[in-house]
């Protein structure tokens, strides 16, 4: 049984940092995109970053470019986001999710193409 399990949510003021995980576990995701979407209150669940696990090849969201990085650890199967300069529309529900190589571009990155959700860690940025 696949499972993405996040931590590392909670509440900053404005140009903090915090530092998501995403533990993946139930299958081989060598051959794996993994991304990190969030969803604000009342607006749609939207991209934030992806990386190919084999390759480390990574895109970025251009509201992150610059303040967020990702990264993995193949050995404990985790990837992190690093969150920095965290702004208040920075707040909402950061979700870890995977998809197939190959399934989708990674400059088109869409919720729709990946097949493995992490039950979504709450990120509150105050000014």
């Known amino acids: 049984q696949v499972q993405l399990i996040e931590s590392g949510g909670g509440s900053v003021q404005a140009g903090g940092s915090l530092r998501l995980s995403c533990a993946a576990s139930?299958?081989?995701?060598?051959?794996?995109?993994m991304g990190w979407f969030r969803q604000a209150p009342g607006k749609e669940r939207e991209f934030v970053v992806s990386i190919s696990w084999s390759t480390g090849r990574t895109y970025y969201a251009d509201s992150v470019k610059g303040r967020f990085t990702i990264s993995r650890d193949n050995a404990k199967n985790t990837v992190y986001l690093h969150m920095n300069s965290l702004k208040p529309e920075d707040t909402a529900v950061y979700y870890c999710?995977?998809?197939?190589?190959?399934?989708?571009?990674?400059?088109?990155?869409?919720?729709?193409?990946?097949?493995?959700w992490g039950q979504g860690t709450q990120v509150t940025v105050s000014s």
């Open positions: 999710a995977a998809r197939r190589l190959g399934v989708a571009t990674m400059a088109h990155p869409s919720q729709y193409d990946y097949e493995y």
């Open positions: 139930g299958r081989t995701f060598s051959n794996y995109v």
